[in-house]
Structure formats: C-alpha cells, structure tokens
C-alpha cells in the first residue's frame, strides 16, 4: 500500500531527485548515479523512493520517457528510431515494449491515431 512520507526532509530530497532525473532524462540515467546524487545506497535509495512516491525507480523513469516520446511521436516526424533515441532509451525493442505497456498501443500506432483524428478534425472544420 502507497504511504507516502509528507517529512518536509523526505519532500525536499525527493523534489531535487526528481529535478536531477528531469535534467538528465533523455541520458543514461543509472540507479547509481541517482543514488549517489540523493547521498545513499542504491538499495536505500530504492527503498525510499519507492516509499514516497508508490513507483519504481526503473517504472518512473521510463513513464516520464514514454511521455516525452510521445510528445516528440506529435508534434515531430522524426522516426521512431530517432524518438527512442532522443527520449533516453537505448534499445529499440525495449522502448517499443515499455511503450505499449504505458500507453496500450504501439508508437507507431499512436502517430497513426493522432494523424487520423488531425485529419478527420480539419475535414470537419
């Protein structure tokens, strides 16, 4: 059961953990490294982020990825190799993964759907 703590310590900590993380989300972003910026042990860190804010370290990253790709999957037309890419996944089949399993469809599918629904709007207007 998510409880999350509301120590003004806790917040605050978390607050510059998740600034950090928004800084270097399209680069590798190890569990080390985040650790280390938040001053604790890879296994306590995941312990207490997961404690305050009901998330895996792994899950909120890649769902703050998932939804800068598919920011860059409407408003660009760049491939969805490069939106992989450019949104700090490093493997293609990984990203594509991930992807359906936050959003329940595939990129390419909602670059399809998006399209559809801009055409079939300005044929309306």
Avoid: H
């Avoid at 769902?63 to 999957?73: F, K, N, S, T, V």
């Avoid at 491939?79 to 293609?92: H, R």
């Amino acid at each position: 059961v998510y409880s999350p703590s509301l120590n003004p310590i806790n917040v605050d900590r978390i607050d510059k953990i998740m600034s950090w993380i928004l800084k270097n989300l399209e680069s590798t972003i190890r569990l080390e490294d985040v650790a280390r910026e938040a001053r604790m042990s890879a296994k306590s860190f995941s312990r207490f982020f997961k404690k305050n804010t009901g998330k895996a370290f792994i899950s909120y990253v890649n769902e703050l990825r998932i939804g800068l790709a598919c920011q860059r999957i409407i408003e660009t037309d760049a491939s969805i190799s490069e939106v992989c890419f450019s949104s700090g996944f490093n493997n293609l089949s990984n990203f594509n993964r991930r992807f359906k399993e936050v959003k329940g469809v595939s990129p390419r599918d909602l670059r399809a759907q998006y399209r559809e629904q801009l055409d079939l709007g300005q044929r309306c207007s």
